[in-house]
Nanobody, 120 residues
Framework: QVQLVESGGGLVQPGGSLRLSCAAS????????MGWYRQAPGNQRELVAS???????NYADSVKGRFTISRDNAKNTVYLQMNSLKREDTAVYYC??????????????WGQGTQVTVSS
């Protein structure tokens, strides 16, 4: 069993900052790609940012220059630093890890989601 636990969401004013964290625990042999997704009401879930095992990053155009994804492999944790937040960043944010278990199989796991609301 693998569990992903997110933290760090909340209410912030436009222009403010938040930092999301997502930590994995359980039967983990290795963690490959890590990513953050978001889903606003009425919209499909979209990729916000991802980071590979080697540290290569990828961002949605809408967050480039404002958001930074990073990972701490020793802690099985991924972070999303969100600066200069805009109202359109309001959504439920989900982390997702591709995890290889001790039996050799790789599976995508998801966090429970954390609400980010940008409003004055």
């Amino acid at each position: 069993q693998v569990q992903l636990v997110e933290s760090g969401g909340g209410l912030v004013q436009p222009g403010g900052s938040l930092r999301l964290s997502c930590a994995a625990s359980g039967s983990i042999f290795s963690i490959n790609a890590m990513g953050w997704y978001r889903q606003a009401p009425g919209n499909q879930r979209e990729l916000v940012a991802s980071i590979s095992t080697g540290g290569s990053t990828n961002y949605a155009d809408s967050v480039k220059g404002r958001f930074t994804i990073s990972r701490d492999n020793a802690k099985n944790t991924v972070y999303l630093q969100m600066n200069s937040l805009k109202r359109e960043d309001t959504a439920v944010y989900y982390c997702s890890f591709r995890i290889r278990s001790w039996n050799g199989y790789e599976t995508a796991y998801w966090g429970q989601g954390t609400q980010v609301t940008v409003s004055s």
